[in-house]
């Protein structure tokens, strides 16, 4: 289990949260939601080990989490472009984290011809699943899910969804963040705001 044990954070001597706790089991999604500016994405970055909290601690299976080459705990942007490199073709940005297996590709629909291409020449909901499978290789136990389909449409956003769900399925916990509460209702099994 992925848990922030009373966590604590703000910014240059603001504070947006205090003795916060969360968990997110495996084969479970836990929503999370709240307007805007309230510290959702900065809650789910320290989970992810990209922010440290001004006290508390985030553990997983009772442990610290570890900082390793390949995290076990992996964070998805809204805008996935802004963490590709905009050098490099989606094959090397998908060979770099990991040999990604023909299913999984197959399953979030991402064809050979698009593995060329650099990213700017996909659009948002392509960028989005091939973050997606970025993220999802062996060992990838948690998923923080930032308003990732927050810019799609709403087929392109349950197919998404749906092959999440299988992951979930098979062991993956995620924290979904997003300001859809009716979103959050559909795929999580708790929702929490903040
Ligand atoms: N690096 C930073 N330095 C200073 N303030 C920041 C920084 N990053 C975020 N903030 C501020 O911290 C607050 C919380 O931001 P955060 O992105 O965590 O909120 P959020 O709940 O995810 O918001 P939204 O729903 O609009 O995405 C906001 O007021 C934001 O302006």
Redesign the pocket.
Known sequence: MLEGRDLSFG??GTS?FEQLSLAVPPRTIVGLT??????????GRILAGHLRPSSGTVVIDGQPRKCGALDSVQYLHQTPIFAFNPRWRIERILSEAWPCDADTRRSLEIPDALLRRYPHELSGGELQRVAVLRALAPGVRYLIA??ITAALDPITQARLWRVLQERVADGLGILA?S?DRALLQRIAGTVRA?
Not at 34 to 43: D, F, H, N, V, Y
């Open positions: 910014y240059a947006l709240g307007r805007s500016g309230r510290g959702k994405s900065s809650l930032d308003e963040i300001h903040l």
